[in-house]
């Protein structure tokens, strides 16, 4: 098992930036890739951003240029930097872990999940 847990959420105006963290514990030695996914009021969870454990990525074109995630192994730890932030970027940004290879990009992958961190951009 791999639990997760984010922080960095919050409140924002159009414009600003917020980082988030996802830290990971347990059977950490076996997660593939860590992605970031969120979902707004009223609409499905959709991808954000994921890396694997070499460090590649790959990003929604909605925040590509915008947003920038990395890991640090050592800690265990995902960032998502969010710059630029638009009040269509507020959601709960969840934070998820998978073992296998494959499509990072496909949440159903992903058996291990946070409980999610709000973020709110004002206009």
């Known amino acids: 098992q791999v639990q997760l847990v984010e922080s960095g959420g919050g409140l924002v105006q159009a414009g600003g930036s917020l980082r988030l963290s996802c830290a990971a514990s347990?059977?950490?030695?076996?997660?593939?890739?860590m992605g970031w996914f969120r979902q707004a009021p009223g609409k499905e969870r959709e991808f954000v951003a994921a890396?694997?454990?070499?460090?590649?990525?790959r990003y929604a074109d909605s925040v590509k240029g915008r947003f920038t995630i990395s890991r640090d192994n050592d800690r265990n730890t995902v960032f998502l930097q969010m710059n630029s932030l638009k009040p269509e970027d507020t959601a709960v940004y969840y934070c998820?872990?998978?073992?296998?290879?494959?499509?990072?990009?496909?949440?159903?992958?992903?058996?291990?999940w946070g409980q999610g961190t709000q973020v709110t951009v004002s206009s």
């Open positions: 347990g059977r950490t030695f076996s997660v593939y890739a």
């Open positions: 890396i694997i454990r070499s460090g590649g990525n």
């Open positions: 998820a872990a998978r073992d296998m290879p494959g499509d990072i990009a496909n949440m159903s992958y992903y058996p291990y």
